[in-house]
C-alpha cells in the first residue's frame, strides 16, 4: 500500500538515515564480536563509541520528543525534570510518590536506547508483571502494531506491512517478559495512544537491527527497487527549466477552461491535456475552427493536421518529451482521482513547456504550491467565480416525473436508473429525452448533447449519468437529481459532495439558452443533502496519484523472475514507498485482466502490461473475451483480427443497443491496442474505425427511438439492491404519474434527524 514516509516526524527521518547506514555496512557486522549487544554495533557502525569520545553517545534522533524538554541534553544525563511532572499529571498514588523519590536521586531514564539498553540487559523473564499489568501493556502493543503512522515509519525503515506483524509480536514479547517498572508506568500513563507509538518506535527500531539485520537488508534492496519518492526528479529536463505555472482556480461554470485556452492559442506551440476523449475532440473542433491548426491524440486516435504545432490529447498520452511554449492541463483536481490520477501528477512535473495553465477547482492548491516549491517552477494563481450563482429550487420534482421541464437535465447514476427515467418522463409528459452515460461513445454522446442544445427539435430533455459533469457544452436550464446514491461495486453509497457540484454546476452555461443555473432533487428527502454538498467548502486534497515507468516495474520485476504479472503487481505496491503527498494509483480492473491473461504464454512484461492496461469493461464477459483473443493472436505472431460483423441496423431492445455498446468498446480497444503496438500487428486499423464510427451513428438512431425497459449486462447474477428495488420505485400512483417511494440518501444519513426539507421549503436558495 501507499504509504506517506518520514513527513512529520524529524527522529523517524533520522531513523532511516541510520537505518540505511546500519544495512549498508554488512563486513563491519559481520566482524564483530558476537554475541555483542545490538545496540553497540549500531552505534560502533555510526561511529558512536567510547573510542570516539567527540561525538555524541546517542545519536540524537534517539530522543522521543514527548520527553526531552532541550534538545541539548543527552542520554547519560539524568532524565528533565519536567519528564517526571508530565508523568505525575496524569498519573497516580504511586507514580508521583515516584517522581518526589526522582528528584531526590537520579529518575530512571526514558531515553529510548537507554531503555533498549536495559532491556537487553535483563534477563528474560525478569518482570513480573500482574495479571491486569500485562493485560494493559498488551493493549498498549496491540495499538503499536495497528496504527498507520507505526506501519508508515515501519516501512520507511524497510519492514514492510506484511512482516510487520510478526516483527511487532516479537517485539511485543521481548519488552513484556522484561519490562522495567518504571517503563511499565510509564507506558500505562501513556496508554495506547500516538505518544505511545513513538516513544516505542525508536527502540523498536532498534530492536530490529538487532534481530531481523538479514530481512531488512533483503527487505531494503526489494524497496529501493519499487522507491516512488521524489517523484520531481524523475524528469530532469522539465526540472532544468524555469516553469511558469498559472492556477485557474474556481468553480464549474466560471470561465477557467476558456481563459486557458486563449493563451494556447495564442502560442506558437501548445498542448491542451484532457480528461476525457469528448473534451480533446471538442477542444480540436474548437481550436480548428478558430483557424489555428491543431491535431488530436487519443489512446484511440491520431489526426495529425499538417503544419500544425498545436495538439489536443487526453491526458494519458500527453508527452513529456516535446517541448511546447503553452500546456493546458484541465481538470487538475483529478490529480487526486484514485485510479487515474497519475496521469495529471505526470503531466504536471514532466511536461516541458515554458507556461503551464492549470484549470480546476480549489481543492488542489496547496498541494500544487507544494510541488511548486519542490520543482521550483513560478506559480501564479488566477481565482475565478461563477458568472451566474447557482440556484437551488427549494421545491423539488415532488417525485413526480410531470414537473420535468424543458432544459432539464435528469441525473441518475446508474444506466438502468437512466432508462427507466427516460421511459416515464416519454410516457407521462410531452417531452423527448436524450441520453448520455458513460457506456456511449463520445461521438455518440457528443450527436446526444447536440440533439439537446439544439432548439429546434422535440428533445427538450437530457436524461444522463455522471458522465455529463464533465466536458459537455450543454444548454442545460436546471439539473436535477433522480437520486443522490451511487452503486461503488459493492454497494451503494452517497454521491461525493465535490461530485455533486460539478454535476449541479452544468447548469446555466454562459452564452447558452440558459444563462441562469438552478438544481434540485427529484424527491424532497433528498434535498437536504443537496444543499449540504452544495454549501460544503471543497476539501483540501492531502496526497496525489502517482503509478510507476515502465522501466520502473521492470527494475522490480527483475528480482522475481517466476512471479506471475499479477503477483509482481501486489508486490510492488506492498513494497513500494512514496512521499507523504503521494499515493500509489490502483487498477482494480487490471488485476482481473492480468488473471486471465496469465495463460498466455510468450509476452513480454511490456507487452502484458499494455494489454492490462487497455480500455476493457471487466464486467462485459464479451469484451474479456476479445481482449483474450486479441492476446493469444498476438503472442502467436498472428495479424490480430477483429473477428466480429457489422450489426445489421440500429437496436430494437435493450439487449441489442448492450450489444452495440459492447461492440463498439471491443473496436476501442482494439485501435488503442493498435497505437501501443507496432502498426503491423493490429492491421485492421482503418476498417475498426469505419466500423466505430457506423456503430457511434446506430447508437445514436437507437437512442432517439429508445422505448424499451433496461436490461443488466449481468444477467443471472445478484443486482445490487437499488436495481432490485427500482421496479417499485416507479410504481404509479395516480394513472398518469410516476413517484419513487424512498429516498436512499435519507437511509444513508440516519444521523440527520429533522423532518425532510422543512427549513428549505420556504423558498430557493443561491449557493
Ligand atoms: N470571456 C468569455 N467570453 C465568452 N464566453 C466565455 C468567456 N468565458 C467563458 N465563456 C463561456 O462560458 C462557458 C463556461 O466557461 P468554461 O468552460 O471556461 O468554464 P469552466 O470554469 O472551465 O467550467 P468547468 O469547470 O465546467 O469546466 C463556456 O461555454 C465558455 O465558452
Ligand atoms: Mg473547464
Same mark, same amino acid.
Given at each position: 500500500m501507499a504509504a506517506s514516509l518520514l513527513r512529520s516526524h524529524s527522529s523517524s527521518r533520522l531513523a532511516l538515515s541510520r537505518v540505511r547506514a546500519f544495512l549498508s555496512s554488512l563486513p563491519l557486522l559481520h566482524s564483530l564480536p558476537d554475541p555483542h549487544p545490538p545496540i553497540l554495533r549500531s552505534q560502533l557502525e555510526l561511529g558512536f563509541s567510547p573510542q570516539n569520545p567527540s561525538l555524541p553517545p546517542f545519536p540524537p534522533w534517539t530522543k522521543p520528543r514527548f520527553f526531552c524538554s532541550s534538545s541539548s541534553s543527552t542520554a547519560a544525563e539524568p532524565a528533565p525534570a519536567q519528564d517526571a511532572d508530565s508523568s505525575t499529571a496524569a498519573g497516580d498514588e504511586a507514580t508521583s510518590e515516584e517522581a518526589t523519590a526522582s528528584e531526590e536521586s537520579a529518575?530512571?531514564?526514558?531515553?529510548?536506547?537507554?531503555?533498549?539498553?536495559?532491556?537487553?540487559?535483563?534477563?528474560? *523473564?525478569?518482570?513480573?508483571?500482574?495479571?491486569?499489568?500485562?493485560?494493559?501493556?498488551?493493549? =498498549?502493543?496491540? *495499538?503499536?502494531?495497528?496504527?498507520? &503512522?507505526?506501519?508508515?515509519?515501519?516501512? @520507511?525503515?524497510?519492514?514492510?506491512?506484511?512482516?510487520?506483524?510478526?516483527?511487532?509480536?516479537?517485539?511485543?514479547?521481548?519488552?513484556? +517478559?522484561?519490562?522495567?517498572?518504571?517503563?511499565? +508506568?510509564?507506558?500505562?500513563?501513556?496508554?495506547?495512544?500516538? $505518544?505511545?507509538?513513538?516513544?516505542?518506535?525508536?527502540?523498536?527500531?532498534?530492536?530490529?537491527?538487532? $534481530?531481523?539485520?538479514?530481512?531488512?537488508?533483503?527487505?531494503?534492496?526489494?524497496?529501493?527497487?519499487?522507491?516512488? !519518492?521524489?517523484?520531481?526528479? &524523475?524528469?530532469?529536463?522539465?526540472?532544468?527549466?524555469?516553469?511558469?505555472? #498559472?492556477?485557474?482556480? /474556481?468553480?464549474?461554470?466560471?470561465?477557467?477552461?476558456?481563459?486557458?485556452?486563449?493563451?494556447?492559442?495564442?502560442? *506558437?506551440?501548445?498542448?491542451?491535456?484532457?480528461?476525457?476523449?469528448?473534451?480533446?475532440?471538442? #477542444?480540436?473542433?474548437?481550436?480548428?475552427?478558430? /483557424?489555428?491548426?491543431?491535431?488530436?491524440?487519443? *489512446?484511440?486516435?491520431?489526426?495529425? #493536421?499538417?503544419?500544425?504545432?498545436?495538439?489536443?490529447?487526453?491526458?494519458?498520452?500527453?508527452?513529456?518529451?516535446?517541448?511546447?511554449?503553452? @500546456?493546458?492541463?484541465? $481538470?487538475?483536481?483529478?490529480?487526486?482521482?484514485?485510479?487515474?490520477?497519475?496521469? &495529471? !501528477?505526470? %503531466?504536471?512535473?514532466g511536461l516541458k513547456a515554458d507556461e503551464i495553465h492549470l484549470c480546476g477547482d480549489p481543492s488542489v492548491l496547496k498541494i500544487v504550491k507544494k510541488i511548486c516549491r519542490d520543482t521550483g517552477d513560478e506559480l501564479e494563481v488566477n481565482h475565478y467565480e461563477r458568472f451566474k450563482p447557482l440556484v437551488v429550487e427549494a421545491k423539488t420534482l415532488l417525485g413526480n416525473f410531470k414537473n420535468v421541464r424543458s432544459g432539464d437535465c435528469i441525473v441518475a447514476f446508474s444506466r438502468r436508473e437512466i432508462f427507466e427515467v427516460k421511459l416515464a418522463i416519454e410516457k407521462f409528459t410531452k417531452h423527448k429525452c436524450c441520453v448520455i452515460y458513460g457506456a456511449l461513445p463520445p461521438e455518440t454522446r457528443r450527436q446526444q448533447a447536440s440533439l439537446f442544445n439544439d432548439q429546434d427539435n422535440e428533445y427538450d430533455v437530457l436524461v444522463a449519468s455522471d458522465a455529463v459533469g464533465m466536458g459537455l457544452n450543454l444548454n442545460i436550464r436546471r439539473v436535477v437529481f433522480y437520486s443522490l446514491s451511487k452503486y461503488n461495486g459493492d454497494k451503494m453509497v452517497p454521491v461525493a459532495p465535490s461530485q455533486v457540484k460539478q454535476i449541479a454546476g452544468r447548469a446555466g452555461r454562459r452564452g447558452s439558452a440558459y444563462p441562469d443555473g438552478l438544481t434540485t432533487t427529484f424527491l424532497l428527502d433528498d434535498l437536504d443533502y443537496l444543499i449540504e454538498c452544495l454549501q460544503q467548502p471543497f476539501q483540501e486534497v492531502t496526497k496525489i496519484g502517482l503509478f510507476p515507468f515502465f522501466e520502473q516495474v521492470e527494475l522490480f520485476a527483475a528480482q522475481f523472475p517466476n512471479a506471475t504479472f499479477c503477483e509482481l503487481l501486489d508486490k510492488f505496491r506492498e513494497n513500494c514507498r512514496l512521499d507523504g503527498n503521494y499515493f500509489l494509483c490502483?487498477?482494480?480492473?487490471?488485476?482481473?485482466? %492480468?488473471?486471465?491473461?496469465?495463460?498466455?504464454?510468450?509476452?513480454?512484461?511490456? $507487452?502484458?502490461?499494455?494489454?492490462?492496461? %487497455?480500455?476493457?469493461?471487466?464486467?462485459?464477459?464479451?469484451?474479456?473475451?476479445?481482449?483474450? +483473443?486479441?492476446?493469444?493472436?498476438?503472442?502467436?505472431? +498472428?495479424? =490480430?483480427?477483429? @473477428?466480429? /460483423?457489422?450489426?445489421? /441496423?440500429?437496436?430494437?431492445?435493450? @439487449?441489442?443497443?448492450?450489444?452495440?455498446?459492447?461492440?463498439?468498446?471491443?473496436?476501442?480497444?482494439?485501435? &488503442?491496442?493498435?497505437?501501443?503496438?507496432?502498426?503491423?500487428?493490429?492491421?485492421? #486499423?482503418?476498417?475498426?474505425?469505419?466500423?466505430?464510427?457506423?456503430? %457511434?451513428?446506430?447508437?445514436?438512431?437507437?437512442?432517439?427511438?429508445?422505448?424499451?425497459?433496461?436490461?443488466?449486462?449481468s444477467q443471472g447474477k445478484p443486482r445490487p439492491i437499488e436495481e432490485e428495488n427500482s421496479q417499485d420505485k416507479l410504481k404509479p400512483v395516480a394513472k398518469e404519474s410516476y413517484e419513487r417511494p424512498r429516498s436512499l440518501i435519507k437511509a444513508h444519513k440516519t444521523k440527520r434527524q429533522e423532518q425532510p426539507g422543512q427549513h428549505h421549503l420556504a423558498g430557493n436558495f443561491v449557493v
Open positions: 529518575a530512571p531514564s526514558l531515553e529510548p536506547l537507554d531503555v533498549y539498553r536495559e532491556l537487553r540487559r535483563a534477563d528474560k *523473564g525478569s518482570t513480573k508483571l500482574k495479571r491486569s499489568e500485562c493485560d494493559s501493556l498488551v493493549k =498498549v502493543f496491540r *495499538g503499536f502494531a495497528k496504527s498507520p &503512522w507505526v506501519s508508515d515509519q515501519a516501512l @520507511a525503515v524497510y519492514i514492510p506491512a506484511s512482516f510487520l506483524p510478526h516483527v511487532c509480536r516479537r517485539f511485543r514479547e521481548f519488552f513484556l +517478559r522484561r519490562c522495567p517498572p518504571h517503563v511499565f +508506568r510509564h507506558l500505562s500513563t501513556l496508554g495506547p495512544s500516538p $505518544e505511545a507509538d513513538r516513544f516505542l518506535f525508536p527502540i523498536f527500531v532498534e530492536f530490529c537491527l538487532a $534481530e531481523f539485520p538479514d530481512e531488512m537488508r533483503q527487505f531494503r534492496t526489494l524497496m529501493d527497487s519499487a522507491d516512488l !519518492t521524489k517523484p520531481h526528479t &524523475w524528469f530532469p529536463f522539465a526540472r532544468a527549466m524555469k516553469r511558469r505555472i #498559472v492556477y485557474h482556480c /474556481g468553480p464549474t461554470n466560471s470561465g477557467k477552461t476558456y481563459n486557458a485556452l486563449q493563451r494556447f492559442m495564442e502560442a *506558437g506551440s501548445g498542448v491542451y491535456c484532457s480528461p476525457l476523449r469528448l473534451l480533446a475532440m471538442e #477542444v480540436f473542433d474548437k481550436v480548428n475552427s478558430l /483557424g489555428v491548426y491543431c491535431s488530436l491524440h487519443t *489512446g484511440q486516435e491520431k489526426k495529425s #493536421v499538417p503544419f500544425s504545432n498545436h495538439v489536443a490529447c487526453t491526458i494519458e498520452m500527453v508527452s513529456t518529451e516535446q517541448l511546447y511554449d503553452v @500546456a493546458v492541463i484541465d $481538470e487538475i483536481q483529478m490529480m487526486a482521482d484514485p485510479t487515474r490520477g497519475y496521469a &495529471w !501528477t505526470r %503531466a504536471l512535473l490502483r487498477n482494480d480492473g487490471v488485476n482481473k485482466v %492480468a488473471n486471465m491473461l496469465e495463460k498466455v504464454q510468450g509476452l513480454s512484461l511490456e $507487452e502484458r502490461l499494455n494489454f492490462c492496461f %487497455a480500455p476493457v469493461n471487466i464486467r462485459d464477459p464479451k469484451a474479456m473475451y476479445h481482449l483474450l +483473443r486479441f492476446a493469444m493472436h498476438y503472442s502467436q505472431n +498472428r495479424p =490480430v483480427g477483429i @473477428a466480429m /460483423g457489422m450489426p445489421k /441496423g440500429s437496436a430494437r431492445n435493450d @439487449a441489442e443497443l448492450l450489444d452495440l455498446e459492447t461492440k463498439h468498446q471491443v473496436l476501442s480497444m482494439y485501435l &488503442w491496442l493498435s497505437h501501443h503496438f507496432k502498426e503491423d500487428t493490429f492491421p485492421y #486499423v482503418q476498417k475498426a474505425e469505419i466500423m466505430a464510427t457506423n456503430i %457511434a451513428d446506430l447508437l445514436g438512431q437507437s437512442l432517439a427511438k429508445a422505448c424499451w425497459k433496461p436490461e443488466s449486462r
